[in-house]
């Protein structure tokens, strides 16, 4: 099956209406990554099927779950989740946060090469990053959800989403957010083309009473 294929079922299996203009700009991506790939290893994924399902269709998961137009992807890498969900959602704004200079450079010349106009990126730590608030905050890096908060509290505007995308179920990380506080919500994902499991968590609003 062909890259284009696997995108266009892969979005279908997820329930998106992803236009066919946007699924040229999100292959478009993927060919940058790959080509940038080769001298920068932003990535070690390198099988352009494994690249459609890893990054496009694990990012667009979500995509049912992003309910704020202000967000914020920390510590993005080569650009996931948020830059896959940008190219879908052009009505809101995505910030693009990482430390590493070589991957931020490698998503701004993307975003100029694309022309997304809703994409900013920086390059920069996120405890010292402190350019305005936002109502999602999403990681796919970020090691749990109490780290997330805690890393993101300055950033945060009153009822911010706080989503982190994690593989199998994080039971141990649950309890350690309810019991500091944070109401906590856990959705089972399926990807399409990938045999693992996949869930998110969700905490809405900052930690309770």
């Not at 294929?5 to 209406?17: I, K, T, V, W, Y």
């Not at 993005?76 to 946060?97: D, M, N, R, Y």
């Not at 490698?106 to 975003?111: G, M």
Request: net charge neutral.
């Amino acid at each position: 099956m062909s890259e284009k294929m696997m995108l266009q079922a892969g979005a279908e299996a997820l329930g998106l209406s992803v236009s066919l203009a946007q699924q040229t700009t999100l292959l478009s991506y993927l060919q940058y990554l790959q080509k940038w790939n080769k001298a920068y290893n932003l990535t070690a994924i390198r099988d352009p099927e494994q690249m459609v399902s890893e990054h496009l269709l694990d990012s667009l998961s979500v995509a049912n779950y992003i309910e704020g137009d202000l967000c914020l992807d920390v510590g993005t890498g080569a650009g996931v989740p948020g830059l896959p969900l940008a190219i879908i959602f052009p009505e809101k704004s995505f910030t693009l946060l990482d430390s590493n200079g070589k991957k931020t450079r490698f998503l701004k010349q993307v975003v100029h090469e694309l022309a997304l106009k809703n994409i900013i990126v920086i390059n920069s730590r996120v405890e010292k990053f402190s350019n305005g608030l936002f109502d999602v905050i999403m990681s796919r890096a970020v090691g749990s959800l109490v780290d997330l908060y805690l890393l993101t509290k300055h950033l945060q505007q009153q009822a911010c989403e706080l989503v982190l995308l994690k593989g199998l179920y994080p039971k141990a990380e649950v309890a350690a957010a309810k019991d500091m506080g944070l109401e906590v919500r856990v959705e089972k994902l399926t990807v399409p083309f990938i045999n693992a499991e996949r869930h998110i968590l969700i905490s809405k609003g900052g930690i309770s009473g």
